[in-house]
């Protein structure tokens, strides 16, 4: 990853995560925010990615935004998804946005392997890093709903 700009990745992900929601629930999501925010949403799904270069893709979200976002992926009113199913709608928006930003990395000559997706929970979480360790950090939404997404990579 490092072979190209961090500007680059950043889109490359963002540009990922739109498809994906897009393809998955109809909406429409745009970047709000590219300021740097080390916090997370009560939940967040990641993946690592390793290959030449390693990272790391979160995308957190509050669980009421998960609940919309899962809705509308498996066609479910938001009252009757189990919480589990929100987690899992969480583990496979992350894989398919790694899964999708995988494939674009691998035409710039780098080939990446992806680690399963997780899912964290929990209030007050955010990112440490060390020095050398560069971190892209934006929020996507609508006027609906938002997700945070970060990509750590070294």
Do not use: W
Request: hydrophobic share 40%; charged share 20%; glycine share 8%.
């Amino acid at each position: 990853m490092n072979t190209i700009s961090k500007d680059r990745i950043g889109s490359i992900f963002a540009d990922a995560l739109k498809e994906v929601i897009s393809t998955t629930t109809g909406f429409s999501f745009e970047i709000c925010s590219q300021e740097y925010d080390s916090g997370f949403g009560e939940m967040t799904g990641l993946m690592s990615l390793n290959g030449k270069n390693h990272g790391m893709v979160f995308i957190s979200a509050d669980e009421m935004a998960m609940r919309r976002i899962c809705s509308f992926m498996t066609g479910l009113h938001d009252n009757d998804i189990a919480v589990k199913d929100v987690e899992d709608a969480l583990c496979e928006l992350v894989n398919m946005t790694a899964g999708s930003a995988k494939l674009r990395f691998n035409t710039v000559d780098d080939a990446y392997s992806l680690s399963p997706p997780f899912v964290l929970r929990g209030n007050n979480m955010y990112i440490i890093t060390k020095k050398r360790v560069n971190v892209i950090s934006m929020t996507l939404g609508n006027e609906e709903i938002s997700v945070k997404l970060k990509v750590v990579f070294y």
